[in-house]
């Protein structure tokens, strides 16, 4: 029997800022066990929580990258339950009033097609600490809690269950990161956890009206996690199914190393998490004017930016798509363009050369690459004027890689600039020709093929720095005079 | 030595240089030695820091350069704020050996203001309770008759004040916790505006009710205590940012044109009549002074209590999750975690306090929410609207503090019984007005009566003004009890 | 009125072992309690909005700027129990 899937991604950002969400301690990662940490953050008694500002900005600019509608009047709520990374023993996240709602991220799927997935909701909320288990979770006798990460601020994304198929999960949530990192709001490091996601997994009869049972699956901690993850999930749905079994309501962890999803310990009872509106924190009320402000300084969003390498470069789908898949290179690339405006001719170069060197979503690489947008365009030149030719000038693309040196030093130190002398050239073409009588034989009954290996000859005997072109013309003048 | 002066006589002394911080807080850390064994209002006694403190406030006034109306001065403070390097207990079990690594912003201000702390005062664990019965140490007995209870929840700041073991103190009002125990002590206690007073360093009861304020002999020493301690605070989010008047100046402008509101559903059946009595002779002798007396109606009073009951057990079972024996505090083993920390809250909390965050819990709880928290949330807000009618009127609100004077120990081993204690002193708490209890006179057998006065938000001015003129005119506060 | 499940359910929320007589203690204290609460449902609050702050402040909020962390030892100094830079608790049965 066949299925629809339904799919929707629950998405926890850690924001960039400098600070926690409720504390002026620093969010950096990978510090030492418990340095990170101050009366508030570890909930001590008689400590309270203030906002922080910027996360808040930070929430605004992504909602509004999301189309939603941001809910000027907002709050902060307690949720309630026990676990000894969360130093309160409650969390402040946002509930009934939460930052912003109904929004939607435009994906574009393999194969061409996009879809636009709904977005429900997205608030605020503060990160737990970290436990470490002697151990494993079942083995363990005791674990170890660290509170660095505890008040981190995190930013929660739910899509509306429109996402039908793993490939189309894993193609939302590339697209989700790659707006998060172009806002500059969240890392996207899914490995350090800067990003995580959960699912929530359904599947219905083709066609079927009402949802199916849905299960949620946790620790998918990459892109191929999530959609191994889904698709195991689909198949363990789908076979019950067909089992006629019913699919049980509950929380699964995806084991990445065995490649399958388990059952979380059944829960004794369920949780009852008695939220109320955090009394230590007042309600925001957000100014209009900041919220346009945000909305003003929105930099263009990585679809859009592709979009518009297609129809102000005349690019194909494919170049522009690896132009922009970070905005350092797309910066990289347009920068080119300006000192060098055949724009095909530099992003088969950026495509070919620079990116053999480096690794195009690495923002930080690009941007210090050694080969400055300047410098590319100068050696492009140098190949346009006929100075060098196109594989000379792939050789010293390399040199000034390693080098940081301008192509033009480069071509005059190294000599390589090419042999456009048209005396120069006659005598090597006459050489070639007396030395391959056999060759303008086989030219006069028609062979035209022999010219090009005389063509060859002559370049190899230049160590090819002469002018193909020329060369060429000069070849086909000579046999067919004599 | 005279250790029952008022603060603002005592500085006066320091100035003149008839005597300095350290002799007195000398003879007040001996008369604490001598006496509060049996009065039980501290919990610590912080003697060496006293000390030190005094000795520095010493120097100040040889070189003439005392930090204040407060420098020197020895203060009780309850035992909610949290004290750097000296453990906060929160007269539970489960703090028994907390030492906090910061002060509350409260402490700081009083540091900074030159006070001398004498110790931590005793209090109802976690402030609740109605007469300091309910600390987890030893209870606080009443100056005026040990077998009587000082009130609560700050009933060890109020007694050592009552006392003489302290010249001033601060204490927490979630409920009546500081204006309840001054009018069973015979002091002046001072529920400020809620955000006046900082709460960060507070460890929390009630989030949304918890209300520092102080406590003095006279009007004059809880004005001089609020000036040094209200002001904005960036730790606190909820604390107002508005400029803090000389709480002392407009105190002798009298009460002449000042219109006064009488509430019906204050004078209630079952109240001791004697506290009638002297309430209503202490409204007489304002009219007397040129106030404007007459009657206003609060019509959500009578639910008061029972909001009060739902929405302050509800934010303390949240408020006191974080006990759980994982970072700070007492841990009991167990088998696994939950065990742990199962059997760590049930040994670490007393009845009280137990019982209070299993409402908090059910209250909260799913298919209860609505019908309890959120009906209360809503009440409260008419409990508010009572007062903005009340104050479209009136300029003051005057009622008793307490339906009854201090009871014996004991007395009220049923909950709702000693709840019904606050009913006076709930409604001000829930809408955040600033409200003073002062002495009115006494029982037949030797016991304090507490007037209330309720002004608008952030006039703490008027009310402490208009306190002022009740107590110029009459010589209760100049009363002391017998303690040999 | 409160049912003994109900208690033993609240009790488990709340993170308190309670004894059997304690439960049922428990259940005849609060019931007597929540006799006295039940009167709200008499007040009516038709349209009313709730009150979740005593004063009406809106949008306090901090910059991001740093301030200090405080030293590891003083943040483990009140710890029951730790493990080197660690807290430590013991093993975990998820509920
Ligand atoms: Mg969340
Ligand atoms: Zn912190």
Redesign the pocket.
């Known amino acids: 029997m066949t299925y629809d899937v339904v799919i929707g991604l ?1 998405v ?1 950002a850690q924001l960039t800022t400098r600070t926690k969400m409720f504390c002026g301690c620093p969010t950096t990662f990978g510090a030492a066990p418990n340095t990170q940490t101050c009366p508030v953050c570890q909930g001590m008694p008689g400590t309270l929580p203030v906002i922080n500002r910027r996360a808040i900005e930070y929430g605004v600019r992504t909602a509004l990258a999301f189309h939603c509608r941001i809910n000027e009047a907002c709050r902060f709520a307690r ?1 309630h339950y026990y676990y000894p990374d969360m130093p309160k023993n409650f ?1 402040i ?1 946002q509930y009934e009033e939460p930052l912003a709602e109904d929004g939607w991220l435009e994906v574009d799927l393999p194969g061409g097609a996009t879809r636009r997935i709904g977005i429900q909701r997205l ?1 605020l ?1 503060e990160d737990v600490g970290k436990l470490v288990h002697e151990g494993t979770l079942e083995t363990a006798q005791a674990s170890l809690v660290d509170y660095n990460r505890a008040g981190v601020p ?1 930013m ?1 994304t739910v899509s509306r269950p429109d996402i039908r198929s793993p490939e189309e999960a894993a193609a939302y949530l590339r697209a989700f990161r790659a707006v998060l990192v172009s806002l500059g709001v969240c890392d996207g490091n899914m490995e350090e956890g800067s990003l995580r996601c959960d699912a929530n997994v359904s599947l219905k009869p083709a066609g079927a009206r009402e949802l199916g049972t849905k299960v949620e699956i946790k620790n998918m901690n990459s892109f191929r996690n999530v959609q191994r993850a889904l698709e195991f999930e689909v198949r363990r749905q789908a076979e019950a199914l067909d089992r006629g079994e019913r699919v049980v309501q509950e929380t699964r962890l995806w084991d990445a190393d065995r490649g399958y999803t388990r059952s979380m310990r059944s829960k004794e009872f369920a949780h009852d998490y008695r939220y109320f509106p955090e009394p230590d924190l007042v309600p925001l009320a957000l100014d209009r004017r900041w919220v346009e402000d945000i909305r003003g300084a929105l930099p263009e969003l990585p679809r859009a930016r592709r979009q518009r390498f297609v129809s102000a470069y005349e690019l194909p789908e494919y170049d522009a798509g690896i132009l922009t898949q970070s905005r350092a290179l797309a910066e990289y690339y347009e920068a080119a363009v300006r000192e060098f405006a055949q724009p095909k001719i530099v992003s088969n170069w950026v495509m070919s050369e620079l990116l053999r060197e480096l690794p195009g979503d690495d923002e930080r690489a690009i941007a210090e690459a050694p080969i400055t947008p300047a410098r590319l365009a100068g050696l492009l030149r140098l190949v346009d004027d006929g100075t060098i030719s196109g594989k000379i000038a792939k050789a010293v693309f390399e040199e000034m890689f390693r080098t940081g040196e301008e192509a033009a030093v480069i071509v005059r130190r190294e000599g390589l600039t090419q042999v456009a002398d048209v005396g120069v050239l006659e005598g090597m073409v006459d050489a070639a020709i007396a030395g391959n009588p056999r060759a303008v034989e086989d030219f006069r009954r028609g062979k035209t093929a022999a010219a090009k290996a005389l063509v060859g000859q002559v370049m190899k005997a230049s160590g090819g720095k002469a002018n193909p072109a020329m060369v060429t013309r000069l070849v086909e003048q000579k046999l067919t005079r004599s | 030595m005279d250790l029952q002066r008022p603060i603002h006589e005592l500085t006066a002394a320091y100035r003149r240089g008839e005597t300095t911080p350290s002799a007195v807080t000398e003879a007040y850390l001996a008369r604490i030695e001598k006496l509060d064994g049996r009065i039980g209002a501290y919990i610590t006694v912080t003697a060496e820091e006293a000390r030190a403190t005094a000795a520095a406030a010493d120097r100040r006034y040889r070189d003439g350069t005392p930090l204040g109306p407060l420098d020197g001065v020895p203060l009780s403070i309850k035992d909610v704020f949290c004290t750097r390097g000296v453990r906060t207990t929160c007269g539970s079990r489960i703090l028994e050996r907390f030492v906090p690594p910061y002060d509350a912003t409260l402490v700081a201000r009083l540091a900074a203001a030159g006070a001398v702390m004498l110790g931590k005062g005793n209090l109802d664990e976690f402030a609740m309770g109605s007469s300091t019965e309910h600390s987890a140490f030893h209870v606080t007995r009443n100056p005026w008759d040990l077998s009587r209870v000082p009130g609560g929840s700050s009933g060890g700041p109020a007694a050592a004040v009552a006392g003489g073991l302290a010249a001033g103190g601060f204490g927490t009002d979630t409920g009546g916790s500081i204006r309840q125990p001054a009018a069973f002590c015979g002091v002046v206690g001072l529920k400020p505006t809620y955000g006046r007073i900082s709460r960060y360093g507070l460890v929390a009861f009630a989030s949304s009710l918890d209300h520092p304020g102080p406590f003095g002999r006279d009007v004059t020493d809880a004005a001089l205590l609020l000036a040094a301690a209200a002001g904005h605070d960036p730790l606190d989010a909820t604390s107002i940012d508005a400029p803090v008047p000389d709480y002392t100046a407009d105190l002798p402008r009298g009460v002449r044109g000042l219109r006064l509101g009488v509430p019906d559903e204050y004078f209630i059946a079952g109240m001791d009549p004697e506290v009638e009595r002297a309430v209503r002779a202490a409204i007489e002798v304002l009219k007397g002074l040129g106030a404007g007396v007459e009657r206003v109606s609060l019509p959500a009073t009578p639910y008061a209590l029972a909001t009060y009951y739902v929405i302050a057990p509800a934010e303390a079972s949240s408020n006191l999750a974080r006990y759980d024996g994982v970072k700070y505090g007492l841990r009991v083993d167990g088998r696994d975690l939950v065990d742990m920390e199962s059997r760590t809250r049930a040994v670490g909390f007393g009845a009280e306090v137990k019982r209070r965050v299993m409402l908090g819990t059910y209250v909260l709880s799913a298919g209860y929410h609505d019908a309890y928290y959120g009906k209360a949330q809503k009440v409260r807000t008419l409990v508010r609207r009572d007062f903005d009618a009340a104050f479209g009127r009136v300029d003051l609100v005057v009622a008793p503090t307490t339906p009854n004077v201090a009871f014996v120990h004991g007395e009220k081993e049923d909950p709702v019984a000693m709840y019904l204690n606050d009913v006076f002193t709930i409604p001000a708490d829930m809408a955040g007005v600033p409200a003073v209890s002062v002495p009115c006179g006494f029982t037949a057998a030797g016991l304090p009566i507490g007037l209330q006065l309720i002004g608008r938000t952030l006039d703490e001015a008027t009310v402490l003004r208009a306190a002022y003129a009740y107590e110029q005119a009459t010589d209760w506060h100049r009363r002391r009890p017998e303690l040999a | 009125m409160i049912s003994r499940e109900e208690v033993e359910h609240v009790a488990r929320l709340a993170r308190l072992a309670l004894t059997a007589e304690e439960l049922e203690r428990m259940r005849a204290q609060l019931n007597a309690i929540l006799v006295h609460i039940d009167a709200l449902r008499a007040v009516d609050t038709e349209g009313v909005e709730p009150t979740s702050h005593a004063v009406p402040v809106v949008n306090v909020m901090r910059e991001d700027e740093p301030r200090a962390c405080f030293p590891r030892d003083a943040m483990l100094a009140n710890a029951p129990d730790r493990s080197g830079e660690f807290f430590r608790v013991p093993r975990i049965i998820e509920d």
Do not use: D, N, S
């Open positions: 629950e926890h949720k969390q996240t608030h909320e995190l929660e």
